[in-house]
């Protein structure tokens, strides 16, 4: 692979010193009865402190993969691991189990999707919090406890004192997510991992939540890593957006670029099937023909190549994830020059989207 | 990927939770004690089986003090030779024929004599003290061991499984009878021995530790299927991304959600080891003799079965009320605090 340099978000100063999460050539493959499923292949991203990094992508794109595997959650049972995760200048695929046991939690956080089932049944919430301060930090039993109720509050809990006494069941989803929320900051980690930390909430919730998380990440610093396949909370949350498919990153740009200037055709589709908020609505929204490729066969060359309308002969070939013009940082994997992509991406209505010929398909099924 | 069992359409209340559970006490809520206490108070079988079970141990708990002050005669006392008064007349406690007393209503011999010319009313309070003295201590063992192995086999999974999982096999592919006995009389004649660890053969921990091990598979087999799920679940993920070891995870978040299944599997674990236990001694390899306990008492009673057939009824009877109160109580707490038969399916899947 071709190795341009690291991406700059716009603004960023020392490029070198606030590095803190630097991916390179990861790939994780699960053995199967059929095979080894390559879940992640090559996968390369930085991060750095105070960004917010959202990785999009359909399901079985990679993402959660990726972000399970930093923390070594996906380990085990003859999984291959390769590639190059440091964090802060440690090795997160060599590390051992205890090392990373003291990373986890203390200065990598992970919140989960699913608020309701992230959360012991059984044990009171102030206990699981303060279990994970005491685990980390040693302090008494009395410090945790007050630094849990602190916690519960920041994250926006009434009455936390009485609260920390109450069962997971006793909560709604959105009060759920937010004491997951607290048991990952508690510990202060420098990286929040929020693997689509909204997506079993309501729309008002989700906002609610995602605030909370950009407040935090200002007020602390703290860098977040978003893994979502929600484009509206990427647009209204992220620096730098990284497109998965098929394990493969495809795309890569700070956010506003991503939207402005989508290089990839699959960027191109995901963007384009966003039902517009202005204008005429179309009959029919515009959707990714196909299915995504089985982990199992993935094509060779370029992992979209199958469901890709502009795919042609050099496609066979995986293509390098490059800057292809002007922007730094803006990289994807095609292999259609920047001035075709320019052209070809543009709907019939002017809209960005895949296909030519939105209108000629809704003729078809009218 | 995760977002795959997502269900969609979860409606925007944000609690995805069915509606059909929102009327059923949630147990964990209640608290799972307080939950049966309330389901054993509400149906008259639970209130039956409770009052039952009660008097039993309560009774049993009082031996001494019935011995002491209103018998005045121990459960090993002899009283073959002596006469009571009976109705103004003196009545051989056991007849020239060897024919003993039966049940008199007074105070001496209120339910009669043996063929030792022995109380039988004290025997049976002493009866049943051992008798529960043996259940509980097995019990105990029993979810102990149950757990422990459940718990490590379901966690590590592998070869750990499997070496737990074939020895539980084997001790389950022997009838459990034919290995009690085999145990019971093999240590009853030398007690064990282990070194340090001295147990004379006369000893009831012997019968309890018997029982004790050989039902661990009953209890080691359901949760480590619970255990097995309860791994899996994403609140044990989230605590490993919190950094938590092994130990933490097994004894802070797999632990405590087996409460219920062992609050489920503990009353019916008691009553098959009192039978068992009753079975046992019945048959000479649990308690031994001069010692009572419901199952010596019933086979003390055989002997003279047609003569004196209440030395068997009465402990039989008592037994009988034990045992099923126990399981009618278990029923009870069953439905109350586990509901949808989790535990029951997770015994199922097993057998």
Redesign the interface.
Known sequence: MTAPTAPTPAGAPDAASDLLLDIDGLGVAFPSERGPIHAVRDVRLTLRRGEVLAVVGE???G???TALTL?G?TRGRGTAITGKAEFDGIDLIGASDSQ???????RI??V???P????????RIGHQIA??IR??EGVGKAEARKRTIDALTEVGIPRAAERVDA?P??F???MRQRV?IA??LVCGPELLIA??PT?????T?QAQILDLILRLRDERGMSVMLVT?DLGVVAETADQVAVMYGGRIVEQAPCDELFADPRHPYSWGLIGSIPPLTGAKPEYLPTIAGTPPSPLALPAGCPFRARCPHEFEQCAEVPPLAETAGAPGHLDRCWLPIDEKRIRRAGADGRIGLLHDAEATTEESA | MAEATQPAGVPASGTPAPAATANVPDPVAAGLWRASWRAIKSSWAGRLSLLTLVLIVASSLAAPLWANHVADSGPLTNHLTDQIRLNGELTDVVSFEGIPIGPTGQKRFFLGADANGRDIMVRLLYGGRNSLQISLVATTITLLLGTLFGLIAGFFRGWVDSVISRGLDILQSTPIILLGIALGVATALGGINLGIVKIPGDSLFIPALIIGVIQTVYVARPLRGITLSLRERPFVEAARSQGATNMRIIRREILPNLGTSLLVLAPIIFAQTVSYEAALSFLGAGVQPPNPSWGTLISDGLDVLVSAPHLTIIPGAVLAAMVLSLNLLGDVVREAIDPRGMVAAAQKDEH
């Open positions: 399901s079985g794109s993402k959660s993969v923390l959650l990373l046991r003291r990373i986890r939690g203390k956080a992970m989960f999707q699913d309701m089932s992230s959360l012991n049944p059984v044990l279990e994970q685990a980390h069962y069941h006793e709604s989803g959105g997951m048991m990952a693997d689509e997506t079993a909430l309501d729309v919730v396949h």
